[in-house]
């Protein structure tokens, strides 16, 4: 790595610690100051003061905002998200546990999107009102006004309740099945290292239907900024040269104009990244899948105030790393930037 | 000589929103082999626009009217687009105008190089390398090694020149084509690059087709000369028949335009009027409104007149203008009764 890349990246980093600040703050202060009493919460209605403040004391809310707010820091300071109203336990536990199957799913959908995307985007792009771009045009519009979680029950009437191919909506394994000791938590590494075939198979029958109804969200958005972004490259003078030199069609697309074209692409898909690990929230409810989204809206359909606050955290913080990676790849890619 | 393309009564035109924009009419140009064939007019002349023809380079909205584009006899408006790209880059090759917006901005010059060389030959990446550094020293860049390695936005505006000419020569075409290789650029960085153009051309034994609007670089380097306006060839022929004898007014006045610049004395002369717009052409000849002999005669389209032998001229007056005496004269002797004509 050579030493402007280095130094970009390091001011990159130091503007990444006042955002995260920032955004904690505002956590803090939307579910402390607008969310409602949470005491409520932990005891009946007709219950007297006494009891009402002890509960108070206990979860610190008797202390003033900005002490709370100290406390709150310096918890968080030590990787301590507080504990869940509902589970009762530390929310970063809860958390942690989540993560894996978000992963799983994160993966198997946006590696789909990329996939199909990309290269769709590009072609059609590159030979705009073409009988492609058209079917890409209209495809993709259809796609991106589907609901999520209409495309999923959709999708499990037909693989699930008619042909019977695949699982239905029970999440992760079978009901009953028992899980594989946690080596990293994703099932279907845990069970290939641990040599369960069986385990294994059913853990990716299981990540299918889920998988592909978050990929066809998010692949239209990928193909159609691809598409445009190659649109606008096609028409450069540096296209012109490699056309002008007789190089392969291929290679002027998939080489030449596609890495120019990157940029809105790669964007798009940081935009997506954060997406997919903390809002495909609706996917997540179809499914049963035990993901992070489903963490938040639970937290949010119990007032899990401390919970919700977490995953608020969490989430930000994703969105912020995916567009910290995504400034990363930038420099990689245009060396105007470095 | 053999001739290598000749563009016969090539006419098109941009079909637009705005109606038609009749960029190409009635283009007649002979390329000799291994001869420098200039090509010059004003802005919007369609000097690019013809030159495009031959790799088939048009923008998607130009339609064709009439006329061939023959390659060795071949017309290559009839190729399909399989054999085209083979051509390209072969048969042909083009250095852009404006090479910095013409390289690509993500790729380093090496890489640019080496996949020009290596589409038209088996040439591994080692020695697609080493030939990237040797085309480099021919079109006399310092330091091939350092430059190899640079993007674009690095370049200065010579070596950007430099560099877009190595890319088209790497794998020598059988036509070169040079748009417009000193516009924009300082002039002492100008000269150099005409002498390392008239070098590489001379070294290469390659046919060249030069596009300027300067005649003066026209004079440096070209065998042969086409003046086009508004589209259309007014005048063709070597460049001592051209420059001496001009069998056509508007080559007089571009040639009287360019002396006043040269000659640094008096006002500069320039023609007066604009060139007719292209979506709205007059009848017949398209200089008549500039034109300082214009008679009724040229409302109707000129004749292509051979005034010599391998000397054409698109006017009604060719024959009266080539027996005139040569524009040096003209403007010399303007000067001397007082700067008038």
């Known amino acids: ?338 | 000589m053999a001739v290598l393309v000749e563009i016969q009564n090539l006419e098109g035109y941009f079909d637009t929103i705005g109606g038609d924009v009749r960029a190409i009419n009635s283009v007649n140009v002979a390329i000799e082999e291994g001869k420098v064939t200039g090509l010059v007019g004003e802005t919007g002349s369609g000097k690019t626009m013809t030159a495009l023809n031959i790799p088939r380079l048009m923008p998607e909205n130009f339609r064709y009217v009439s006329g061939r584009v023959l390659f060795r006899g071949e017309d290559v408006l009839s190729w399909s687009e399989e054999r085209m790209q083979l051509f390209r880059g072969d048969g042909v090759g083009i250095a852009f105008q404006d090479p910095k917006a013409a390289l690509n901005p993500v790729f380093t010059v090496g890489e640019q190089l080496g996949r020009a060389l290596r589409t038209h030959t088996d040439a591994t990446k080692d020695e697609a390398r080493q030939a990237a550094l040797r085309i480099l020293e021919r079109v006399q860049i310092t330091d091939p090694g350092r430059t190899i390695r640079q993007y674009a936005h690095e370049l200065s505006g010579g070596m950007a020149q430099r560099v877009m000419v190595a890319l088209a020569v790497i794998h020598p075409p059988t036509l070169l084509i040079l748009d417009e290789p000193t516009t924009g650029l300082d002039v002492t960085v100008q000269a150099e690059i005409i002498s390392m153009l008239r070098d590489l051309v001379e070294s290469m034994g390659l046919t060249v087709l030069l596009i300027t609007h300067d005649l003066g670089v026209v004079g440096e380097l070209c065998d042969n000369v086409a003046v086009m306006y508004a589209g259309r060839t007014m005048e063709f022929g070597d460049i001592s028949q051209v420059f001496e004898k001009p069998a056509n007014p508007y080559t007089r006045e571009l040639l009287r335009s360019t002396e006043s610049v040269e000659g640094g004395v008096g006002d500069l002369y320039s023609i007066p009027g604009a060139p007719p717009d292209l979506r709205n052409l007059p009848q017949g000849c398209f200089f008549q409104d500039r034109c300082p002999s214009v008679a009724d005669v040229c409302r109707t389209v000129p004749p292509v007149v051979e005034v010599e032998p391998g000397h054409v001229s698109m006017c009604h007056f060719a024959e009266r203008y080539h027996s005139m005496p040569g524009p040096l004269h003209i403007t010399r002797g303007a000067e001397a009764e007082g700067g008038q004509e």
């Open chain 1, 1 to 338: 790595m050579d030493s402007g890349l280095s130094r970009q990246l390091f001011t990159r980093l130091l503007l990444v610690a006042p955002v995260v600040f920032g955004v904690v703050t505002l956590t803090f202060l939307v579910a402390r100051v607008f969310a409602p009493d949470p005491v409520a919460l932990y005891i009946p209605p007709q219950a007297d003061e006494e009891l009402r403040h002890k509960i108070r004391v206990e979860l610190g809310l008797d202390k003033s905002i900005p002490e709370q707010y100290g406390v709150f820091l310096a918890d968080l300071a030590q990787g301590d998200l507080g504990e869940s109203t509902i589970t009762g336990r530390p929310v970063t536990s809860d958390l942690w546990d989540r993560l894996p199957a978000t992963v799983e799913l994160a993966v198997v959908s946006l590696t789909f999107a990329i996939v199909i995307g990309v290269p769709l985007g590009v072609l059609a792009g590159a030979r705009r009102d073409g009988p492609l771009d058209f079917s890409v045009r209209g495809i993709t519009l259809i796609g991106m006004a589907l609901p999520s979680f209409w495309l999923g029950l959709v999708l499990i009437l037909i693989f699930f309740v008619i042909l019977g191919w695949l699982p239905g909506p029970v999440g992760r394994l079978p009901l009953g099945a028992v899980a594989p000791e946690k080596i990293t938590g994703l099932y279907t590494l845990d069970s290939l290292i641990r040599g369960d075939l069986t385990l294994w198979w059913e853990s990716v029958r299981h990540l299918i239907l889920p998988g592909l109804t978050l990929g066809v969200v998010i692949v239209a958005p990928i193909t159609r900024v691809a598409r445009a972004s190659m649109v606008e490259v096609m028409r450069s003078e540096y296209i012109r040269t490699p056309k002008a030199l007789g190089i392969r069609k291929q290679v002027i697309y998939f080489r030449y104009a596609l890495k120019n074209a990157l940029l809105p692409i790669v964007t798009m898909i940081g935009t997506i990244v954060g997406f997919v690990f903390t809002g495909a929230v609706l996917v997540e409810a179809v499914f049963n899948w035990p993901g992070m989204g489903k963490y938040g809206l639970d937290a949010i359909l119990k007032s899990d105030f401390t919970a919700l606050q977490g995953f608020v955290v969490v989430a930000s913080v994703t969105y912020i790393v995916a567009f910290f990676l995504v400034d990363i790849v930038y420099m990689l890619i245009d060396p105007r930037t470095r």
